[in-house]
Each structure stands twice: as C-alpha cells, then as structure tokens.
C-alpha cells in the first residue's frame, strides 16, 4: 500500500479477497498499426491509432500513450474526433533514448452515458534504434543582401537504401536555404543560404538538419546537429574606389572560386577592412598571407 526508496514497500496489508464488478461492454475499442519502421534517438514519428466504433456511438475519444519509453515524449492532446476512427499521436525520442525494442499501449477515454469510460489498446512493437546518420556543421557566414554556403560533414552510421531528404532549419529570420538530398555514400552537404537586404545581423546558434528516410515504405526522421550561422552587414567601400563601386573580394575572372575554410574566411574578411579603413589597394589572398 505504501512504498518506500528504491521500490521497497513500507507498509502492506495481506487481502484475502479481491472485488470486481462487471459492467456493459465499452462501445469502442482501440488498437495501434505497429510501426514497420523504427523511431531513432534525436527523431520523432505519428503513431497512427485506430477506434473500433460500435453502431451509434459517435462521441470523440481522447487518446495518449500509456507509458512513454526511457527518453521518449508523447502528446497528450490528442483526440479521435467525433464520428472518426483515426488520430496520429506525435512521438519525439531524446539523444539518450533508450535502444531496444519497447512495448507500448494507448490509453482511451470518452463519454458514455453519465460518465468517461476509459479503454487501453493491447500492446504494439516500437522499435528505437541510432540515427543511421551522424553531421557534423563547418561555421559559416552570410552578408546581408548576398549568398553564401553552409557546409555539413556527413557519416553513415547505418546503411540505408534510397536518398535521403535534408532540409536546413534554425535559420535566422528572412535567411533561406533549398533542401538538399544525398544517400548513403555521401559524405558532405552544401547548402546555399541566401540572406535578404534586411535580415538582422548577429550570430545564430540554433541551425541543424531533418533528415528524412524512408525504410519499408515509412519515414524515419531525424533532428540533427547543432550548427552556427552568422549575419554580416556589408563592408564599407574603399575610399579611393570610384563611386557606385562595391568592394568585392579578389577571384578569377574565369574559375569557380575555391571554397575557403571558415579560418581563411575570418583572414579575409579582415584583411579587407584593413583594407577599407586606410584606403590601400593590396590584394587580399584568399589564404590570408602573411
């Protein structure tokens, strides 16, 4: 009746016998479609619920899950409405989720009659495995009104068939990015961001990937990395550049300009407003030479 630290129970009371009631048959019943794909840790998925409605009953049945597995979330605002038979429940799983196969029920209730009747499902697989992907984000810049590139290293830590779909989130206000795709031999990913005139410079830290991929015919999604993306206002022109003429850096007139690492970018970025402040006309090396 009362238990104690560590589950030791501290007082309990022997019964001989044991009361129940029988009652009328709930007029519904629900089930779960078991996942054929796995959820994985830093990932979510709907949980796709299904009411088996005796004739006449209509009313709305709340539903939510009955017990969450180690590091896993669920809804509890989840409904099957009125004279529907289906709600998907939204799962998230932590980093530290727990790997292994869980069992897992839903919990119902609805009102029947003058009171809630509440029913569970019976127990369905879900499956938490590791991200079949593992990035890891370069730092990276972008100048008010230009474009620029985010770079994301890529390891496959699970095989997987197909391509996968990556879209770039946590980007500052009124900066963009188009969805990349790559597979299981990929090993970077180049996203170029666009940053409009007006967009508010300063640094973001919240940037990272949802990966989409599918295994037997669902979606496996992931939430990963943490990356950093600042905001640059332009650089003043040079004092003796003629009028209307932006500074640029220096690139070949007739090549694609060689991706520079984000130390080699700081070199450059100062260099020019050396530069720009005493109004010389040194070429600025992309290497940042000494």
């Known amino acids: 009746m009362v238990r104690g630290r560590n589950n030791i129970p501290f007082f309990t009371e022997p019964m001989q016998t044991l009361a129940f009631a029988v009652a009328q048959k709930a007029p519904f019943a629900l089930s779960i479609v078991e996942p054929k794909a796995p959820l994985v840790q830093n990932g979510q998925m709907k949980l796709k619920v299904v009411a088996t409605r005796d004739e006449g009953f209509t009313a709305p049945i709340k539903v939510d899950v009955l017990l969450n597995p180690p590091g896993v979330n669920s809804s509890r605002e989840v409904s099957i409405a009125e004279g529907q038979t ?64 985010v770079v994301v290293n890529v390891e496959t830590a699970k095989p997987y068939e197909g391509n996968a779909q ?54 496996v999604i992931h939430n990963l990395g943490t990356g950093q993306l600042r905001v640059d206002q332009p650089l003043p022109p040079k004092a003796n550049a003629p009028a209307g003429t932006a500074q640029t850096a220096n690139k070949p007139a007739e090549a694609a300009p060689k991706r520079l690492t984000r130390l080699e970018q700081l070199r450059l970025e100062a260099r020019q407003r050396l530069e720009s402040q005493n109004g010389t006309a040194g070429e600025a090396k992309p290497n940042g030479g000494n």
């Open 86 to 149: 289906e709600a998907l429940i939204d799962i998230n799983a932590a980093g530290n989720a727990q790997v292994k196969d869980h069992k897992i029920a839903v919990r119902g209730e609805a009102t029947v009659g003058n009171g809630p009747v509440m029913v569970c499902s019976p127990f369905a697989n879900l499956k938490i495995t590791e991200p079949y992907l593992k990035l890891a984000f370069q730092q990276s810049a972008v100048e008010q009104g230009k474009e620029s590139e």
């Open 166 to 219: 990556v879209t770039l989130l946590g980007l500052p206000n009124k900066v963009t990015a188009t969805p990349l795709e790559t597979n299981k031999d990929g090993k970077e990913l180049v996203f170029t961001v666009k940053a409009e005139a007006d967009a508010a410079p300063g640094m973001s830290k919240n940037l990272f990937c949802q990966v989409v991929i599918t295994d037997q015919g669902e979606p």
